[in-house]
């Protein structure tokens, strides 16, 4: 969502480090995000999982922006895309208590892999300039979280308020972007 929302506000795609030769990645650049798979300069941004999972070619950067998501929500979503290997498909009701012992194992795994993702961004000394954008603002505060994304992006203005940017998010904002129907889950829900 925050890339189709860049996309909108700044006119620019998104990139990413993810091999589009992966099923879950070749969905994705066939459901609109053009930029997956790219990570050279006809991009401005690059979505990455690294140091989780490393890309298919190293990316140079000056900032990043760290989405976050309440584990609990995470940890269902991912299971769900892991399982039916889509973005918007969820394990049917009935299946749901068969998988218990493998959910048991990933979660066990899942939980490690989450803190140590999230502390290598978040604990000092910082390798680059980080700003955290929590997915749940990014719902229910689009337009603020936004203003407070792009004034980290483009630095050097405190101000965005008499720029055509402002403009761009309040427009991008009127209806959320959608690049593919989600599975049914939703923020809060674990």
Not at 78 to 99: C, D, R, W, Y
Not at 106 to 134: A, G, N, S
Not at 173 to 189: C, D, F, I, L, N
Request: proline letters at 5%; a negative charge.
């Amino acid at each position: 969502m925050i890339r189709s929302y860049l996309e909108s506000v700044t006119g620019i795609i998104t990139g990413s480090d993810h091999l589009l030769d992966l099923k879950l990645n070749r969905d994705l650049f066939e459901l609109g995000m053009a930029g997956e798979g790219v990570v050279d300069d006809t991009v401005w941004l690059v979505k990455s999982h690294y140091p989780e999972r490393l890309g298919h070619s190293p990316v140079a950067v000056n900032r990043c922006v760290l989405v976050v998501r309440s584990p609990l929500d995470s940890f269902w979503s991912f299971f769900n895309m892991m399982a039916t290997q889509s973005h918007n498909q969820s394990i049917p009701e009935g299946k749901v208590l068969a998988l218990q012992e493998i959910w048991d194992l990933f979660i066990r795994d899942e939980v490690k892999t989450w803190r140590d993702f999230h502390e290598y961004w978040v604990k000092p000394p910082q390798k680059v300039p980080l700003h955290v954008v929590r997915y749940e603002d990014l719902l229910s505060h689009p337009e603020e979280t936004l203003v407070e994304l792009l004034k980290f992006l483009y630095s050097r203005l405190d101000d965005l308020s008499e720029t055509l940017l402002v403009k761009r998010i309040k427009e991008a904002t009127v209806k959320k972007p959608e690049v593919y129907k989600p599975r049914s889950g939703q923020a809060h829900a674990n």
